[in-house]
């Protein structure tokens, strides 16, 4: 629960740690930044499943981090191609770089478990994590999306993250069922 609550803390701090401040906020992000935040978190999310390949050896952990990789991956190729169709380029901001930052220490610490800790730990993260994005992408970004592909992309995206948001409820309940 400690692990629960301090990967809920930081995601959210993460995610809006500076909605409270008049400026950089996420729903002050445009059209480029929002893309390269989403963009930003996908591979972050692809990061933690080669993460998880890597360590764990549990099967269901194992087929999840499989499916975050798959469906990041393609999702971010679509936006790829979409921001090609456009002819423009996602914009660094605020958002990106605290994702960033965040991604490198939670992986410099869930790097250092094994067994189900890491098990735990990761699936743990990964509600947190897609809680804070879809909280974000449906509440902040897609209100304020202008371009209406750009909206289309993060609406179907939305559903996809949702259903690994529910996916990863799953896996935190069934761990906590485990003994170590």
């Known amino acids: ?11 959210l701090t993460l995610m809006v740690g500076c909605a409270t401040a008049q400026a950089n906020k996420p729903s002050d992000l445009n059209d480029l930044e929002i893309a390269h935040a989403a963009y930003t978190a996908d591979n972050i999310d692809i990061r933690y499943a080669h993460l998880a390949l890597a360590i764990s050896d549990n099967p269901d952990i194992v087929e999840f981090a499989k499916t975050m990789i798959r469906d990041h991956e393609a999702v971010n190729e679509q936006a790829l191609a979409l921001l090609a169709k456009l002819e423009v380029q996602p914009k660094d901001n605020f ?3 605290q994702l960033t930052v965040g991604s490198i220490e939670l992986i ?9 800790e890491f098990d735990r730990r990761y699936a743990e993260n990964e509600l947190a994590y897609h809680k804070a994005v879809n909280e974000i992408v449906s509440k902040e970004f897609i209100p304020n999306i202008e371009n209406m592909d750009v909206k289309a992309l993060f609406e179907q995206a939305l559903v996809i993250f949702l259903a690994h948001e529910k996916h990863a409820e799953m896996m935190v309940k069934k761990l906590s069922n485990k003994s170590e």
């Open 1 to 11: 629960m400690k692990t629960l609550y301090s990967t809920l803390v930081i995601g």
């Open 108 to 116: 410099n610490e869930m790097s250092q478990l094994r067994g189900v």
């Open 95 to 97: 958002l990106s770089q």
